[in-house]
């Protein structure tokens, strides 16, 4: 008898095998045919029209799957792209690098940028890659300048009676470190560094908001502004936020009313929609929950580096 039963158990439980397998097998089948359809029609996943929305916060940095996910925006049946802007600056090859990204996107697509608390610095350099920018009035922008910083401990040494001794090819190789006197040399060398790319970014300003040298001049001592003082001074061509971006878009560019705005996020597979996510979602529905948690976990994207070299960035100020 217990045989019998033995052989009844073994047999459900392979049965059961047999099934998560099918299941897991639907699951794959269903995502291959979702992405060749999206590749065919990428409207079909987002069921039409929208307009992406695409947040830029914290420090730019040359974030790899930012810039990723711009130049994929352009491919994607998005009618239109509002950039959502927060953030003090980064580094100013990053903002660069982000604002090329930007304007490949707007020989495409109408974009419009939107200012949150600020885009200020590298963030104000990436509101340029826009077609219009709106701002709140009391949204901080500008903070046009470029600096570098970098810490000397040369005099606790000397206190602390420590040497850094060092043979190099020339003067101004690995100049400053930091751990010994900045000579003249050195500092000229960083002040020209300094000075190229400030005059990059002042020219930058010029032709994209269509200012004077005297107009320039005025705005790049390295303040920011309010949305509301911007205004007159061109760097900002409205005040309000999404919505009146959306009714420019409307009114401006052609694009349909009353579209639906969608987030477009940096971890997506094809046209906004995460296929890691899609899978995980069809496991769990399926009852494979340790399957479903895999592949969420198989999405997470890894630690971020810290920036360096020039920035453009913009702090609050801290008293003596």
Same mark, same amino acid.
């Given at each position: ?36 359809? *999206? ?8 069921? %039409? #029209? /929208? &307009? +992406? ?5 914290? =420090?730019? @940095? ?49 974009? *419009? ?8 610095? %590298? #963030? /104000? &350099? +990436? ?5 219009? =920018?709106? @701002? ?49 040399? *050195? ?134």
């Amino acid at each position: 008898m217990s045989s019998i039963a033995d052989s009844l158990a073994e047999s459900r439980q392979l049965r059961r095998r047999a099934g998560t397998w099918r299941i897991a097998a639907f699951i794959a089948a269903g995502i291959a045919i979702l992405a060749v359809g *999206a590749r065919l029609s990428p409207s079909l996943l987002h069921g %039409g #029209a /929208y &307009i +992406a929305r695409v947040r830029v916060s914290g =420090v730019i @940095a040359g974030d790899q799957a930012q810039l990723k996910q711009i130049r994929g925006l352009a491919k994607s049946s998005a009618s239109a792209v509002l950039l959502d802007l927060d953030s003090p600056g980064g580094t100013t090859a990053g903002s660069e690098e982000l604002y090329l990204a930007l304007r490949e996107l707007a020989a495409k697509k109408p974009v *419009a940028a939107v200012v949150g608390t600020m885009a200020a610095s %590298g #963030a /104000y &350099i +990436a509101a340029l890659g826009a077609d219009r =920018v709106f @701002a709140r009035g009391n949204s901080l922008v500008g903070s046009i300048g470029v600096l570098v910083e970098f810490p000397n401990v040369s005099g606790l040494l000397d206190k602390l009676g420590v040497k850094v001794e060092s043979i190099k090819s020339s003067p101004l190789k690995a100049a400053p470190n930091g751990l010994e006197p900045t000579s003249e040399g *050195a500092r000229a060398a960083m002040a020209a560094l300094v000075g190229d790319s400030f005059d990059w970014f002042k020219a930058l300003v010029k032709d994209r908001r269509h200012l004077s040298e005297e107009e320039v001049a005025s705005v790049s001592d390295g303040r920011v502004f309010t949305g509301r003082q911007g205004l007159p001074l061109k760097l900002v061509d409205a005040i309000g936020g999404e919505r009146e971006a959306i009714a420019w878009l409307e009114k401006e560019k052609g694009v349909a009313k009353d579209l639906p705005v969608r987030d477009w996020k940096p971890t997506t597979g094809f046209d906004g929609i995460s296929i890691l996510g899609l899978a995980s979602a069809l496991a769990g529905s399926a009852g494979l929950d340790n399957l479903a948690a895999a592949l969420r976990h198989g999405g997470l994207a890894g630690g971020s580096e810290s920036p360096g070299g020039l920035v453009s960035v913009w702090r609050v100020p801290v008293g003596d």
